[in-house]
């Protein structure tokens, strides 16, 4: 079974940086792409950024410019660098896994993980 591990969340002041790490990893499996999601209290889950197999990456406009996704192929992981953060960063950040089993379609999300901004 896919699952995926994340990693880096935390207490940053306003104007620091964080990065956070996806470990994906069991089974067989092939990754389309990977991404972050976010969360914040009493709002729906928003999309942060992703990126494919092919190291295309889309970005929401509000981190556009301060965040930066990455993958290490070899090691099924994704990373979030996060610059110049901002209060209204202060969310749960979900990794999100779409792959493929086979000629099944695959989509795994994490555990999720706390970012709190001070302001």
């Known amino acids: 079974q896919v699952q995926l591990v994340e990693s880096g969340g935390g207490l940053v002041q306003a104007g620091g940086s964080l990065r956070l790490s996806c470990v994906a990893s069991?089974?067989?499996?092939?990754?389309?792409?990977m991404g972050w999601y976010r969360q914040a209290p009493g709002k729906q889950r928003e999309l942060v950024a992703n990126?494919?197999?092919?190291?295309?990456?889309n970005y929401a406009d509000p981190v556009k410019g301060r965040f930066t996704i990455s993958r290490d192929n070899a090691k099924n992981t994704v990373y979030l660098l996060m610059d110049s953060l901002k209060f209204e960063d202060t969310a749960v950040y979900y990794c999100?896994?779409?792959?493929?089993?086979?000629?099944?379609?695959?989509?795994?999300w994490g555990q999720g993980t706390q970012v709190s901004v001070s302001s």
């Open positions: 999100n896994l779409h792959g493929m089993v086979g000629f099944r379609q695959l989509v795994v």
């Open positions: 990126i494919n197999s092919g190291g295309s990456t």
């Open positions: 069991g089974g067989d499996f092939r990754i389309v792409a």
